[in-house]
């Protein structure tokens, strides 16, 4: 796994590829096997990450994998990246889709959210709880509260426009 650092307007924030995915993301610095020169994916993972955060990118197209999570995990990362742009879905929402018919499933939602390794580019924080109410983001409420308030402000300059 090769991390890359970029400066983004929720701080510092890292990216992990290995040969032939986006692998990791977290929020702040990791120091170890960062900036290995010449990695294509790690580039382009940027130059998306940069686009995203100027607003001038909606959609990710670098390729993702998530390496580790269970059967639930992973069907409510996929999840993730099916809310569109701009907008939101809530934890009981997404753990109806996935199958989840026990009511305890929107908090196993809120656990897999926590531990999605791909944050951003698999848009955890465009989950939000019943009521549209704020709750809980492994990167901090104000980073997802950014995230938030970035796509929305896009996505209405876009059908504005």
Known sequence: ??????????????????DDAVCGAHFG????????????????????LR???A???????VPVAARRGSEFERAVWREMTRIPYGETSTYGEVARLVGGGDPGAAR?????CNRNPIPVIVPCHRIVGAGAKLVGF????????KLLELE??????RAWS
């Open 51 to 53: 686009a995203y955060f």
């Open 138 to 145: 492994g990167g901090g409420l104000p980073r997802k509260v």
């Open 29 to 48: 610095r990791v120091e170890s096997g960062v900036d290995v020169p010449g990695d294509e994916l790690s580039g382009r993972a940027v130059a998306e």
């Open 152 to 157: 929305a402000g896009v996505a209405l300059r």
């Open 1 to 18: 796994m090769r991390w890359t650092v970029l400066d983004s307007p929720i701080g510092a924030f890292s990216v992990a590829t290995d």
């Open 108 to 112: 196993a939602v809120g656990v897999a």
């Open 55 to 61: 607003g001038e990118l909606t959609e990710f197209t």
